[in-house]
């Protein structure tokens, strides 16, 4: 790889300075650099994609995990690579802080911090605690590479899709306290994303998108600055596998016809040794 993590870093946050990218989420080093030799300009990990590489649900992978992860993908690629950094996998304040601190020196460009409750509890925390974490944890960048992107999550609209307003108003906050970009997964109404993209302008917007729909073209009209797919990706793949090997189970090896070659795929990835 070529580029310096100050590098990437740098073209990550110019990024997000005007016009729409998109941010597809690989789950390993292969698909990672797949994706760069497709010609995408960063990524983003995804919580998902990297728990089931190790037969683990969502959620299921711990701290150590996920930095092992990231010091893996990170110089495997001269892409921006973003962090889906959950929680931040601590509940107390210093806890996150050290936890966000060890992300940044693990060479991401940017990392990501939910709202979900770290604490074993269910739910989510209050504006008032998200504004005090999320000011943590750009503290905690800030001491390493105040380069780095912080994108603030709230999770509110996976579980009820009617809290809108109640979302928008929590990223406001989180814009506020500090936050580089803003992310509510689970918005999809042009009217909702065009209403979170006014609110907290000019600072930016991802929407995730996990299911055909707009074109990215249509979404950049409604001022979201990046869009990713989240486990989108990993799915697709494992569907092909469970179709394939399905087939195999029933006899058939038909499902066998739809993969990629092995001539192509070991061509692309001697590109990288």
């Known amino acids: 790889m070529t580029r310096t993590i100050t590098e990437k ?3 990550f946050r110019a990024l997000h300075q005007d016009g729409c990218f998109l941010l597809p ?3 390993d080093v292969g698909s990672a650099r797949m994706l760069q030799h497709l010609g995408f300009q960063a990524l983003a990990t995804t919580s998902s994609g990297y728990a089931w590489t190790q037969g683990r649900p969502d959620y299921g992978v711990t701290r150590d995990d996920v930095l092992a992860h990231l010091r893996a993908l990170v110089p495997a690629t001269d892409l921006p690579v973003n962090a889906d950094y ?7 304040i210093s806890d996150l802080a050290a936890n966000v601190r060890m992300a940044v020196e693990a060479g991401v460009a940017g990392l990501s911090i939910e709202d979900i409750r770290a604490d074993g509890q269910p739910g989510h925390y209050d504006t008032a605690t998200a504004v005090e974490r999320i000011r943590a944890a750009r503290k905690a960048i800030d001491q390493v590479d105040a380069q780095a992107v912080l994108v603030a999550r709230t999770e509110i609209l996976l579980s009820d899709p009617s809290r809108v307003a109640e979302a928008i108003d929590k990223m406001v906050a ?7 970009c803003l992310y509510a997964p689970g918005l999809v109404e ?3 994303v065009m209403a979170l993209v006014r609110a907290v302008a000019p600072k930016p917007v991802n929407l995730l998108v996990m299911r055909p729909g707009p074109s990215l073209a249509e979404i950049a009209d409604w001022g979201v600055r990046r869009v ?8 697709a793949a494992w569907g092909g596998f469970l179709r394939a090997a399905e087939g195999l189970q029933a006899g ?5 016809a739809a993969g990629a070659s092995g001539k192509q795929l070991n061509e692309i990835f001697a590109n990288f040794t």
């Open 9 to 11: 870093r740098a073209a």
């Open 25 to 27: 989420n690989p789950w």
């Open 86 to 92: 959950e929680s931040g996998f601590a509940h107390e």
């Open 174 to 180: 989180l814009a506020d306290a500090g936050a580089d």
């Open 190 to 192: 042009k009217a909702d």
């Open 228 to 235: 990713s797919v989240g486990g989108g990706l990993a799915r």
């Open 252 to 256: 058939s090896f038909d499902g066998l």
